[in-house]
């Protein structure tokens, strides 16, 4: 069961001027479900990406960035069910005629049209049934299924995942919507996860590809299930410039430091839906490091907790076994870390401090926090003023049965 995480009311997912979205069923893996989503943009459309570092990286990611770097997406074709990854040649060649077909549907260049898949990797893209879905995905185009779409583009979540925000840019109401899928195979690196927020702002192309990449920073650069970085993995956001404000031209202003923080919202609440859905969660966990000498060695500690399947299975079981945290802080890659220096709390309980067990700390404490479904590792490195966070959650058998069925 996902972690307090819920489908998002329909009535509150606010259309994108822009932006058109047509959620269809192709029988890509099974048959009975929607699993094709065509999105559409307005040709003033501007389009920041970031991908997946997997050096074994799907052929949709490897065309997307060919197509990104020639021209203006004016659509997005998105399939669940078949990753189109380890497929070689024939799998690129799967991707572009994709491309071609939508393009020509909607009368654009092929290379206007950026490609994404999700699911089993190693298999061909069923061509027939995709190919056959663009059709009735064109025709089902509207602009308020922004729920319909996120369930459209799930693989074993179990909560479609949408967030919704209405903000002031430069004094002028903006929307930013946006959808994301994953549960597991989840540490993006740029889970299996797509994103994709689109918003009427009006921004300039090379300030909306730095936004994303700031915003992957904030949210999915900063959640894992299992450690593992997905073939596919790709966060998208869209500007159609609609909204009426003077175009953001500079990082340096107010405007865009309220469009980044509007985006980074919604971002933070998809990536958190990814971690509260991982799979067979039932802890949502916050992993704080503090008073590191630079993020990257927060992160360090952050990530070698989270990857740590003898503490994530620990909180599966709430128990307060906590010197597995310890285990994981000692070997994050801190050469001259000075263990003696650190605290680590659970919530509010003082567990360790000067090397060892806190004299304060009673393991009935640790106990009654390893009980919650939402609780926070909070690590003091006493080295300095950086600070990272990183969300995950626990292991449970579900894990190990969802992953031992995936193909079934």
């Known amino acids: 069961m996902p972690v307090r995480l819920h489908a998002a009311d329909p009535a509150s997912l606010h259309p994108v001027p822009g932006v058109l979205l047509g959620p269809v069923s192709a029988g890509i893996r099974k048959a009975g479900r929607r699993d094709l989503l065509l999105m559409t943009l307005s040709p003033e459309s501007r389009v920041g990406a970031v991908f997946t570092r997997n050096r074994f990286c799907a052929a949709p990611v490897q065309v997307c960035r060919e197509h990104l770097g020639q021209m203006a997406p004016r659509a997005f074709i998105i399939n669940t069910g078949c990753a189109n990854a380890g497929t070689g040649v024939a799998g690129l060649s799967d991707a572009r005629m994709t491309c071609e077909a939508v393009g020509k549907a909607l009368g654009v260049p092929s290379e206007a049209v950026l490609p994404f898949s999700t699911g089993v990797i190693l298999e061909p893209l069923p061509m027939e049934r995709l190919l056959a879905g663009i059709a009735p995905a064109q025709q089902a185009l509207q602009p308020d299924v922004w729920s319909v779409a996120s369930e459209t583009i799930m693989t074993t979540d179990t909560v479609p995942k949408a967030s919704s925000r209405k903000i002031l840019v430069d004094g002028y109401p903006v929307v930013v919507t946006g959808i994301s899928k994953g549960a597991g195979m989840i540490r993006p690196n740029m889970a299996t996860m797509l994103g994709f927020i689109a918003t009427d702002a009006v921004i300039r192309a090379d300030l909306l590809q730095l936004l994303t990449e700031e915003v992957a920073n904030l949210s999915f650069n900063r959640i894992t299930v299992d450690g593992d970085t997905s073939t596919n993995d790709a966060f998208v956001v869209t500007a159609t410039g609609k909204a009426g404000h003077a175009e953001i031209e500079h990082a340096d202003t107010p405007a865009y430091r309220e469009l980044r923080d509007g985006i980074a919202e919604v971002a933070v609440a998809l990536a958190q839906a990814i971690v509260r859905d991982g799979e067979g969660a039932t802890k949502f966990i916050t992993v704080q490091v503090e008073e590191g000498r630079n993020e990257s060695e927060c992160l360090q500690v952050a990530y070698a907790i989270s990857h740590s399947p ?30 003696t220096g650190l605290r680590l709390y659970l919530d509010d309980v003082l567990v360790s401090e000067q090397g060892g067990r806190a004299g304060s700390y009673r393991e009935s404490e640790g106990q009654r926090v390893m009980q919650q479904e939402e609780i926070t590792i909070r690590v003091v490195l006493g080295r300095g003023n950086a600070r990272a966070t990183v969300w995950t959650c626990d292991f449970s058998y579900d894990y190990v049965r969802i992953n031992a069925d995936y193909r079934s």
């Not at 503490?311 to 906590?322: E, H, I, R």
């Not at 285990?327 to 050469?335: F, N, P, S």
């Open 310 to 339: 003898l503490v994530k299975t620990a909180f599966f079981a709430s128990d307060p076994n906590l010197g597995r945290i310890l285990a994981a802080i000692g070997y994050a890659g801190i050469a001259d870390l000075d263990v």
